[in-house]
């Protein structure tokens, strides 16, 4: 599958791109497959959750996702402010209307089935999404599984997936007209080198095939929907929802920030507060389940857009066009660790969130202050590199600790590893490529109580209050 800009970059709602967009991005597909026909009516439909989307899914609001696919809606459209109104009617009348279909029984109560048991055999976000006859027979039986930034595949596409060949990326992309199909930082540098290109410029062609002149404006979709996250989370303010009683800090700080600078008494090391506030306003948007944009994924949604806000608003020469030019390199990037890797933190924690979210950041950075593709990859490398075995074990299955303020620490390393990478030649020990294949074995190492089931780590080690 090419792996386009939009693909990394989709605007949906919070708090879970793998927990809450992918249900319900599978509850609407086995809605269309559904109505398609199955030679018997249906009178009721059932969903069970398995693996982490079970252990976390209450704090995820997968519960809640599953519902709104049933009723149709999509992540991008779905007003969030309209969501709790629609799932409290369903919870209140047990029915889902289904067009074409008429009204189905569900009840949440007893038919969204939360399976503590072993996970599904291919990945550990899994769901099984049933219609039901009259007699409760299964007349249609669907598994999905929630891959991580809100891809969600069929269990067949997904085996078909796994079964292809390590190049199919590549000739897949090839065949399609794409330019330059690298499947590999090393075939990115290579076609680079060859074509006298940079990887904005070789990403830009390959988006281009299907978006030709409409690539800027659909850049800039994605840069606004970030900006005004930013600008929401920055003017918000109280408890986030979930239960932990957290309380939203970025309003706070950014205005602690203003009056610093209008009297001119910040510290040098305050750079590193603006960029932390920036990424910490995405994700309080995130954790009360706002609008907001997969970065590779919701967890991870704070430090791309942290550090567009840094290069926009605080380097020398920032431009429109290197912003778009961020996106592009950081989708880059974003793509090549899904490809070779996982950017799932059930499947391989949260180094394959933030830590991937830290790579791309860094990656678009670099590119747009002036980096070669050598320092560019470099810089991902150093930034991934240094998230490498982070757990993923947040505090009551929510969004909110330790991933708001990691977020905050995964943009200040972006940055600083982008000042590393500028500061040398772009030669380096370790590949970007190896790095990407050690977080992998990483986490397949990494005991499932790590992977955001909220079994094990900072999530049973809570404050007795």
Same mark, same amino acid.
Request: net charge negative.
């Given at each position: 599958?090419?792996?386009?800009?939009?693909?990394?970059?989709?605007?949906?709602?919070?708090?879970?791109?793998?927990?809450?967009?992918?249900?319900?991005?599978?509850?609407?597909?086995?809605?269309?497959?559904?109505?398609?026909?199955?030679?018997?009516?249906?009178?009721?439909?059932?969903?069970?959750?398995?693996?982490?989307?079970?252990?976390?899914?209450?704090?995820?609001?997968?519960?809640?996702?599953?519902?709104?696919?049933?009723?149709?809606?999509?992540?991008?459209? +779905? @007003?969030?402010?309209?969501?709790?109104?629609?799932?409290?009617?369903?919870?209140?009348?047990?029915?889902?209307?289904?067009?074409?279909?008429?009204?189905?029984?569900?009840?949440?109560?007893?038919?969204?089935?939360?399976?503590?048991?072993?996970?599904?055999?291919?990945?550990?976000?899994? +769901?099984?999404? =049933?219609?039901?006859?009259?007699?409760?027979?299964?007349?249609?039986?669907?598994?999905?599984?929630?891959?991580?930034?809100?891809?969600?595949?069929?269990?067949? @596409?997904?085996?078909?997936?796994?079964?292809? $060949?390590?190049?199919?990326?590549?000739? @897949? %992309?090839?065949?399609?007209?794409?330019?330059?199909?690298?499947?590999?930082?090393?075939?990115?540098?290579?076609?680079?080198?060859?074509?006298? &290109?940079?990887?904005?410029?070789? %990403?830009?062609?390959?988006?281009?095939?299907?978006?030709?002149?409409?690539?800027?404006?659909?850049?800039?979709? !994605?840069?606004?929907?970030?900006?005004? &996250?930013? =600008?929401?989370?920055?003017?918000?303010?109280?408890?986030?929802?979930?239960?932990?009683?957290?309380?939203?800090?970025?309003?706070?700080?950014?205005?602690?920030?203003?009056?610093?600078?209008?009297?001119?008494?910040?510290?040098?090391?305050?750079?590193?507060?603006?960029?932390?506030?920036?990424?910490?306003?995405?994700?309080?948007?995130?954790?009360? #389940?706002?609008?907001?944009?997969?970065?590779?994924?919701?967890?991870?949604? #704070?430090?791309?857009?942290?550090?567009? *806000?840094?290069?926009?608003?605080?380097?020398?020469?920032?431009?429109? =066009?290197?912003?778009?030019?961020?996106? +592009?390199?950081?989708?880059?990037? /974003? #793509?090549?660790?899904?490809?070779? $890797?996982?950017?799932?933190?059930?499947?391989? #924690?949260?180094?394959?969130?933030?830590?991937?979210?830290?790579?791309?950041?860094?990656?678009?950075?670099?590119?747009?202050?002036?980096?070669?593709?050598?320092?560019?990859?470099?810089?991902? @490398? !150093?930034?991934?590199?240094?998230?490498?075995?982070?757990?993923?074990?947040?505090?009551?299955?929510?969004?909110?600790?330790?991933?708001?303020?990691?977020?905050?620490?995964?943009?200040?390393? $972006?940055?600083?590893?982008?000042?590393?990478?500028?500061?040398?030649?772009?030669?380096?020990?370790?590949?970007?490529?190896? &790095?990407?294949?050690?977080?992998?074995?990483?986490? *397949?190492?990494?005991?499932?109580?790590? %992977?955001?089931?909220?079994?094990? /780590? !900072?999530?049973?080690?809570?404050? =007795?209050?």
């Amino acid at each position: 599958m090419f792996l386009s800009v939009f693909d990394i970059f989709k605007i949906g709602v919070g708090p879970s791109s793998s927990h809450t967009m992918g249900p319900m991005l599978a509850a609407v597909r086995f809605l269309d497959t559904l109505g398609a026909g199955t030679g018997t009516r249906p009178s009721a439909l059932r969903v069970t959750l398995h693996g982490s989307l079970a252990f976390t899914g209450k704090g995820h609001a997968t519960d809640r996702a599953v519902i709104l696919g049933l009723l149709g809606f999509l992540p991008q459209t +779905l @007003e969030p402010d309209r969501a709790d109104v629609l799932v409290e009617a369903v919870r209140d009348t047990r029915r889902i209307p289904v067009r074409g279909l008429g009204d189905l029984t569900f009840d949440p109560e007893t038919d969204l089935v939360f399976d503590y048991g072993d996970p599904l055999p291919g990945h550990a976000n899994g +769901l099984v999404i =049933e219609a039901l006859g009259s007699e409760g027979e299964a007349i249609l039986r669907e598994t999905y599984y929630s891959v991580g930034g809100g891809f969600v595949v069929t269990a067949a @596409e997904l085996e078909a997936q796994q079964a292809g $060949a390590p190049d199919d990326f590549g000739r @897949e %992309k090839a065949a399609l007209g794409y330019p330059f199909p690298f499947g590999s930082a090393a075939e990115m540098l290579a076609m680079g080198a060859a074509a006298g &290109c940079s990887i904005a410029a070789m %990403k830009r062609a390959n988006e281009t095939v299907a978006l030709g002149d409409g690539l800027d404006a659909a850049l800039d979709r !994605i840069l606004d929907a970030m900006d005004c &996250c930013i =600008e929401r989370g920055l003017s918000q303010g109280g408890i986030l929802p979930g239960g932990l009683k957290v309380r939203r800090r970025a309003k706070s700080i950014y205005e602690t920030l203003l009056g610093e600078r209008g009297l001119n008494r910040a510290q040098p090391h305050a750079v590193n507060d603006w960029m932390s506030v920036y990424a910490m306003a995405v994700n309080e948007e995130n954790a009360a #389940g706002g609008r907001v944009v997969t970065s590779p994924t919701n967890g991870a949604a #704070g430090v791309v857009p942290a550090v567009l *806000r840094y290069y926009r608003d605080h380097c020398f020469g920032a431009t429109r =066009e290197g912003q778009r030019d961020v996106l +592009l390199v950081a989708a880059a990037i /974003g #793509g090549l660790i899904k490809h070779n $890797a996982s950017i799932s933190g059930a499947e391989v #924690g949260c180094q394959g969130e933030v830590g991937s979210a830290a790579a791309m950041a860094v990656a678009g950075l670099c590119a747009a202050l002036g980096g070669s593709n050598a320092q560019v990859e470099n810089a991902a @490398e !150093i930034a991934l590199e240094h998230h490498l075995g982070m757990t993923c074990d947040p505090a009551g299955g929510l969004v909110q600790v330790p991933c708001i303020e990691r977020n905050a620490l995964g943009a200040i390393k $972006a940055v600083s590893s982008a000042s590393l990478a500028l500061r040398g030649d772009g030669q380096h020990f370790m590949p970007l490529d190896n &790095c990407v294949r050690v977080m992998l074995e990483t986490g *397949r190492d990494m005991s499932r109580k790590y %992977k955001e089931t909220s079994t094990g /780590g !900072i999530a049973v080690n809570l404050p =007795e209050c």
